[in-house]
């Protein structure tokens, strides 16, 4: 049998060189180097078993047992092993902010602070002026009370957190009254009932999905009311017969019996977003002054920074949050403090904030500036996709994301790609959308209307040229 195997090319299983010869030999080298002796052993043991199955079932060709072809395939899965998960992409879905893609970028100033919190000590919880022990969020709080007018701040890992950790230490086991139109679920089930009900506290529904009046608060209001909350309707908008309260005339409610008013304002931005050309959105500042006692959001939305949930108001209420046993399973390490510091200077100048602010650059970017750069890409990627696809550079609109100014749409401009044969075009759109997501560094779009849109806001000048290169050959 082994003699008409070699005949045929084909080899057996005991023509398999052995463990030992393989990770003496030559080309093993460099992945020995790269990876260690532990994971190349692991390797080849898995390489060597297919082989063997392989030639028990009948026969691996001998060129497969070669020393350099074996240290190949073990170079290429260790390689692939190693790849980080977490990689870069290019967002050009058209959503500036978008959840699954990390939503905000950070500038380069905070890209620098969370370098040097990486590779330095730093004084995260030391006080410099003292030599005694600090608490971390004095490192942000100035900021946050001087940029948003409260008393008193305290930050936590994202904005849930910072609802979850508001309700458990102010209003545990007892209610809390808010509008039927505010019972919000955004993206990962987050919803506010479920949240009271972890926190402890006891919903109260008012008024109806479309309506509620200010007589519906003022009548919920009882001996087990602790607050009046109002929650931002991210993700969505409810128009048409509408009736809401707004923030101060809640507040007002609120502190005629003794009671907070608090407000989850989700995305929170700190400027008024107007004096760059994009729609209005209640800032913090505006929402403090309207009288609440405690605002909640997030970081890493319109504020533009990392990942966090931001909490200030009144400094008593900010205290009794700070002593909450869950403050401490929530707060957040260095390096979002690093992040978070630099972005909040960027604010005290606001005149530079539109060049600065990664995010804010990216939802203000003009279409005088977008459409040129699809005009330039258009045939590269007409190039790469082949002669089966047509491409054309087409007017779009982008979106904020991530719950902000649901309804509300950026003019924009990028690359339509449709299928220039017969039959139905779903399947060749989705065979390009995948290679394009298989690239080094993957280009994500989407498909609508029989069309795969690149939407071009968030590729930069900057990255044309890396985006263009890796487009320099047909798409396999």
């Known amino acids: 049998m082994a003699d008409q ?42 390489d060597l078993e297919a082989l063997r199955k392989r030639a028990l079932d009948g026969g691996v060709p001998r060129h497969e047992l070669d020393a350099a072809a074996v240290a190949a395939r073990t170079s290429a899965a260790l390689d692939e092993a190693a790849r980080p998960r977490l990689r870069a992409v290019y967002n050009l879905t058209g959503t500036v902010l978008h959840t699954n893609l990390g939503r905000a970028l950070l500038p380069d100033e905070a890209v620098a602070s969370v370098l040097r919190a990486l590779t330095s ?32 701040a305290t930050v936590v890992n994202n904005n849930a957190a910072a609802v979850l950790l508001m309700l ?140 966090a949930g931001l909490l200030v108001g009144r400094a008593d209420l900010i205290r009794k949050i700070k002593k909450n046993p869950l403050k401490r399973a929530l707060r957040v390490g260095k390096l979002t403090l690093a992040a978070l510091e630099p972005v909040l200077q960027l604010y005290r100048a606001p005149e530079f904030l ?24 258009r045939g590269v990627l007409a190039h790469a996709a082949g002669p089966g696809y047509a491409v054309e550079a087409v007017p779009m609109f982008s979106q904020i994301g991530s719950g902000a100014l649901p309804i509300d749409q950026l003019p924009s401009y990028g690359l339509a ?10 399947r060749h759109l989705d065979r390009l959308e995948t290679q394009l997501r298989r690239l080094p560094v993957p280009v994500i779009g989407r498909i609508a209307d029989d069309a795969l849109w690149l939407d071009l806001r968030c590729l930069e000048d900057r990255d044309e040229a890396a985006f263009a290169a890796q487009l320099a050959e047909p798409l396999a």
């Open 5 to 46: 195997l070699s005949g045929a090319g084909l080899a057996a299983a005991s023509d398999i060189p052995s463990l030992d010869r393989l990770l003496n030999a030559e080309a093993l080298r460099p992945a020995l180097a790269t990876h260690g002796r532990t994971q190349v052993v692991a390797a080849l043991r898995r």
């Open 121 to 152: 000590p730093a004084n995260l919880e030391f006080d410099l002026d003292t030599g005694g022990r600090g608490d971390r969020d004095d490192l942000i709080d100035d900021l946050l009370c001087e940029l948003t007018g409260a008393e008193a």
């Open 168 to 307: 458990n230490a102010l209003a545990d086991r007892r209610d809390v009254v808010v509008s039927r139109g505010e019972l919000v679920e955004i993206g990962g089930a987050f919803r506010i009932p479920d949240i009271m009900k972890r926190a402890g506290a006891k919903l109260v529904e008012v008024g109806t999905t479309n309506r509620t009046h200010a007589a519906d608060y003022e009548n919920a209001i009882g001996p087990r009311t602790a607050m009046l909350m109002k929650v931002h309707c991210s993700n969505y908008a409810v128009t048409g017969f509408t009736k809401s309260v707004d923030v101060a005339d809640v507040a007002a409610l609120a502190h005629a019996r003794g009671l907070p008013a608090t407000v989850d304002l989700g995305s929170g931005t700190l400027v008024d977003l107007t004096q760059f050309g994009l729609p209005k959105e209640d800032t913090v500042r505006e929402t403090i002054a309207a009288g609440a006692d405690l605002v909640t959001f997030s970081g890493d939305k319109l504020l533009g920074g990392p990942q």
């Open 354 to 377: 539109a060049q600065r602010l990664t995010t804010l650059r990216l939802l203000t970017r003009p279409m005088r500036d977008i459409q040129p750069q699809a005009e330039r890409l």
């Open 417 to 426: 790609v449709r299928y220039a044969g017969s039959g139905r075009p779903g």
